[in-house]
């Protein structure tokens, strides 16, 4: 489907899929291999997505795995403003998306740290950390509206059914407020169960019915190697699989760790 987002005043054409690439500047996000934080292996995390492929670098502070701990609003503000400062130097053309879900560090990211896209995986602020309610100041949906910049909206519903149900009056209210370039996410992993994972995207090529873009993030996720066996270091196979998948079902972005192999199956669908 043809789709574009305006990105600062620059029309990002997603008719063909694109890679979001994941740098996670943390101690602590599920899988190790991710995990970016002197100066030098941002850098290089960084200019290793560009290289690679990707087209877009989504930058994360604060892990929302389960059990993960709590990061004030001030440290993830601080590592944010550090990363996107390294990121921007490395690599100034690069689409940047910021993955949080608190709206005044958003606001800020996009203000003053100079990030284009808000990844937000709380469905505008119905869940935070998995399985802890969220108490933020302000509100996502009118941040975003006030910013601006595109927005990516993660489901945390269970069945495909519900977030359908809140995806419309979510995305309805966005608009009202002058939201306009809205991205979907069905939240693999958040909120669901292996099989309701796996049974929404049996049928995520539904999520089209919205005319957004959707983004699928399954990378190395536990609904990979908790039906294969194993652990995230041992699920890009599986990974490359989905990935797939949810290329075939209409997928527009596919947020990932391994940027050459999800580049690689994008290259290979197009031939068909």
Same mark, same amino acid.
């Given at each position: 489907m043809q789709y574009t987002i305006n990105v600062r005043g620059r029309l990002v054409d997603l008719s063909q899929p694109m890679v979001m690439g994941i740098l996670n500047a943390t101690p602590d996000s599920f899988y190790s291999g991710s995990r970016k934080q002197t100066e030098a292996e941002i850098a290089d995390r960084a200019n290793? @997505?560009? *290289? $690679? #492929?990707?087209? @877009?670098?989504? %930058? #994360?502070?604060? !892990?929302?795995?389960?059990?993960?701990? /709590? /990061? !004030?609003?001030?440290?993830?503000?601080?590592? &944010?403003?550090?990363? &996107?400062?390294?990121?921007?130097?490395?690599?100034?053309?690069?689409? /940047? !998306?910021?993955?949080? +879900?608190?709206? &005044?560090?958003?606001?800020?990211?996009?203000?003053?740290? #100079? *990030?284009?896209? @808000?990844?937000?995986?709380?469905? #505008?602020? &119905?869940?935070?950390? %998995?399985?802890? *309610?969220?108490? $933020?100041?302000?509100?996502?949906?009118?941040?975003?509206?006030?910013?601006?910049?595109? +927005?990516?909206l993660m489901s945390v519903q269970p069945t495909l059914e519900k977030m359908m149900l809140g995806f419309a009056e979510e995305v309805q209210r966005l608009h009202s407020l002058g939201a306009k370039d809205i991205i979907l996410d069905p939240g693999y992993g958040f909120g669901k169960t292996l099989e309701q994972n796996y049974e929404i995207m049996k049928h995520s090529e539904r999520l089209l019915e919205f005319g957004l873009p959707v983004l699928v993030g399954i990378s190395r996720k536990s609904m990979i190697y908790k039906l294969l066996g194993g652990d995230p270091t041992t699920s890009l196979n599986g990974t490359t699989v989905l990935n797939t998948i949810a290329l075939q079902k209409g997928a527009s972005i596919l947020r990932v760790h391994d940027v050459k192999e999800a580049v690689e199956a994008t290259r290979l669908l197009q031939q068909f």
């Open positions: 290793q @997505i560009i *290289a $690679e #492929g990707g087209r @877009i670098i989504d %930058v #994360g502070a604060f !892990s929302t795995r389960l059990g993960a701990e /709590v /990061v !004030s609003v001030e440290e993830e503000t601080a590592r &944010l403003k550090r990363a &996107l400062q390294i990121v921007h130097r490395e690599q100034p053309d690069a689409i /940047v !998306s910021v993955d949080t +879900y608190r709206p &005044l560090v958003a606001r800020r990211c996009v203000e003053e740290f #100079g *990030a284009d896209i @808000i990844n937000d995986v709380s469905e #505008g602020g &119905l869940t935070g950390i %998995v399985g802890q *309610a969220i108490h $933020e100041e302000g509100d996502m949906f009118e941040t975003v509206a006030r910013l601006g910049v595109p +927005y990516i």
